[in-house]
């Protein structure tokens, strides 16, 4: 029995222009086990990239490329999303899966839809739907999906270092010591 080969598109952002940084905050991956209801997570046995790569752009591909065509599937990677002529529209008529960021949405409106009679499935690799037309991936049944809790960490990590920044004064300190100042007690202001 063959199994269905699919194909899947991948909307990322761009390479970073000054290139990869020479190391990064992390060099593991968070072990977790469970979602705040308790839920299981799931838990890999194998990857096939160095945790804590960058792996939201073009060449890091979600880490998925080897995994994806291990199975015969076919992976199509692009940032170039807008338009027409756009590697997105060109590729998703054939497609059965499309994935796309948050901040660089892949906008999965009624018309792609309607040029995609193959596609069953839009993913986001984050947060959020509203980049799909979800009445049309109702209406075509396709499946819209998330990674609910998948910016936990990184969005309390965030409130700590705002909460930190305000309380401690830090940005108007910090501008006026850039512009020459050197009593940041001058820059308070109520």
């Given at each position: 029995?063959?199994?269905e080969k699919?194909?899947i ?5 761009d390479?970073?222009i000054d290139?990869?940084?020479p190391k990064y905050?992390?060099?593991?991956i968070?072990e977790l ?12 046995n ?7 790569d ?10 998925l ?5 291990d ?8 940032s ?15 497609a ?5 960021q948050p ?8 018309e ?19 980049h799909?037309d ?9 499946t819209?999906t998330?990674v609910?809790y998948?910016?936990?960490i ?11 920044s305000?309380v ?5 300190s910090?501008?006026?010591v850039?512009k020459?100042g050197?009593n940041i007690?001058?820059?308070v202001?109520?």
């Amino acid at each position: 029995m063959s199994k269905e080969k699919l194909k899947i598109v991948c909307v990322l952002y761009d390479d970073p222009i000054d290139g990869y940084p020479p190391k990064y905050a992390r060099p593991d991956i968070p072990e977790l086990s469970n979602y705040p209801d308790g839920q299981t997570m799931p838990s890999p046995n194998a990857i096939d990239f160095h945790p804590g790569d960058l792996l939201g752009c073009v060449s890091g591909e979600l880490g998925l490329r080897k995994f994806v065509e291990d199975r015969g599937h076919t992976f199509v990677v692009t940032s170039d999303k807008d338009g027409p002529d756009s590697v997105l529209e060109k590729e998703l008529v054939d497609a059965d899966v499309v994935i796309s960021q948050p901040f660089w949405p892949a906008y999965i409106t009624a018309e792609l839809i309607a040029k995609s009679p193959k596609l069953r499935m839009a993913i986001t690799a984050g947060i959020g739907s509203d980049h799909v037309d979800l009445q049309a991936a109702i209406d075509n049944d396709i499946t819209v999906t998330e990674v609910t809790y998948c910016n936990s960490i990184s969005v309390s990590e965030h409130v700590v270092m705002m909460i930190l920044s305000l309380v401690r004064n830090y940005i108007p300190s910090y501008n006026w010591v850039i512009k020459g100042g050197w009593n940041i007690a001058d820059c308070v202001s109520r």
